[in-house]
C-alpha cells in the first residue's frame, strides 16, 4: 500500500465538511481478454468517482474481485445483460466490467440521452445501470465497458445507482456530453440524501475502518 500518495490525493479532493463516513463495498466482476489493463480501468475509474463523490460525503471501496465466465466478455445484447444477475452479490454495489457492451436496440432513455447533446446512439455502450431483479438488494447493478469509456463512465453509472436521472446541461455529468465533467449543486443535495437512505436501510453495507481487510482499496495507487 503506497501509503505516500494519500495525502497527495487528499489534496485532489474537495473539501469535506464533515468527517469522511465509512466507504460503500463494491464488489468487481471482470471478464475481459486483458486482466491488467482492465484492473488498472477500473482503478482510475473509482478514483475519480470517489472525487466527485467526496462533495456528498460518499466514497467507494473495493472489497472483492471476482472473475466472470468468458461468455461475459463482450456483452452482446440485453438478454445476456439479464444474465449477469446470476452473478449478483447481495448488499454490495456490484460493477461488472467487461472489454465491450453492444446495444444493437438502444432503449428510449439512450436515444434521448443521446439527442439532448446532438448524438445518435452508437450502437455501442459505455456503461449501463440494470434491475437486479426479484427481490434482491440493491435494486439495481452496474455494467460497464473499458473501451467504449470516458473518464467518468463508472461516476455516471453510480449518479444512476443512486437514482439521479440524466441531465440537460452537456457539462453535466449525468449528461451525455463530451464534456461532462460536474455533479451541480441539487445533484449533491440527492446523492446525500439516497445515501442515508442506503446507509440507514443497509441496502449497501459499508466498508469498517478498523479492521478492514481491504482486498482492493480503490485508492491504491497503481
Ligand atoms: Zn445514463
Known amino acids: ?70 461468455s461475459f466478455t463482450v456483452v452482446d445484447n440485453i438478454r445476456e445483460r439479464i444474465k449477469l444477475r446470476r452473478h449478483f452479490r447481495p448488499r454490495v454495489i456490484n460493477i461488472f466490467v467487461v472489454d465491450r457492451v453492444l446495444d444493437p436496440h438502444p432503449s428510449e432513455s ?41 473518464a467518468v463512465t463508472l461516476t455516471h453509472e453510480l449518479g444512476h445507482f443512486f437514482w439521479l436521472p440524466h441531465h440537460r446541461d452537456p457539462g453535466n455529468i449525468m449528461s451525455y456530453g463530451a464534456r461532462r465533467q460536474t455533479f451541480d449543486a441539487r445533484q449533491i443535495e440527492a446523492l446525500e440524501a439516497m445515501a442515508r437512505i442506503y446507509r440507514r436501510r443497509r441496502v449497501v453495507r459499508s466498508v469498517g475502518r478498523a479492521g478492514s481487510r481491504g482486498t482492493g482499496s480503490a485508492r491504491r495507487g497503481e
Do not use: Y
Open 110 to 150: 439512450t436515444r434521448r440521452a443521446a439527442r439532448r447533446v446532438g448524438r445518435e446512439p452508437s450502437g455501442e455502450l459505455a456503461g449501463a445501470h440494470i434491475l437486479s431483479g426479484a427481490r434482491r438488494v440493491p435494486r439495481t447493478f452496474i455494467l460497464a465497458s473499458r473501451s467504449a469509456s470516458s
Open 1 to 70: 500500500m503506497p501509503v505516500r500518495w494519500l495525502p497527495l490525493l487528499a489534496l485532489l479532493m474537495p473539501a469535506a465538511t464533515h468527517a469522511a463516513p465509512r466507504p460503500f463495498a463494491v464488489v468487481a466482476h471482470l471478464a475481459t481478454n486483458d486482466p491488467d489493463t482492465t484492473k488498472k480501468w477500473l482503478t482510475r475509474q473509482l478514483a475519480e468517482a470517489n472525487r466527485h463523490f467526496a462533495g456528498a460525503g460518499i466514497a467507494f471501496e473495493v472489497v472483492e474481485t471476482r472473475a466472470l465466465p468468458r
